[in-house]
């Protein structure tokens, strides 16, 4: 099993930044890729990005690309999310999640590939 915990979200107005983080533990060496998803209240989950640990290759939904990205530290098992320039509609529970098969691309942005989950963390952006 893998625990994924993500950092605490936050307020934010909009055209700000946050950080957002989620530490792996358990039987993380299983994990090949690393996710991040959000859900907006009434909507579907849907994927934000994802980064692959061993090369650290790294893919993006396209209403995030040039604003979020995502990092990793193999050391810490962390992953990170970088956002800049939010917006309002980026407002949603972000959760971190973690896969023991390997992805590529648009491949990467099914939720069903992904063996865990974190809790998720709220973000808020005021407009």
């Known amino acids: 099993q893998v625990q994924l915990v993500e950092s605490r979200g936050g307020l934010v107005q909009a055209g700000g930044s946050l950080r957002l983080s989620c530490v792996a533990s358990g039987r993380t060496f299983s994990s090949t890729v690393m996710g991040w998803f959000r859900q907006a209240p009434g909507k579907e989950r849907e994927f934000v990005a994802a980064?692959?640990?061993?090369?650290?290759?790294?893919y993006y939904a396209d209403s995030v690309k040039d604003r979020f990205t995502i990092s990793r530290d193999n050391a810490k098992n962390t992953v990170y999310l970088q956002m800049n320039s939010l917006k309002s509609e980026d407002t949603a529970v972000y959760l971190c999640a973690a896969r023991d098969t390997y992805c590529v691309g648009y491949g990467c942005g099914g939720l069903s590939g992904y063996d865990y989950w974190g809790q998720g963390t709220q973000v808020t952006v005021s407009s």
């Open positions: 980064i692959t640990w061993n090369r650290g290759y790294s």
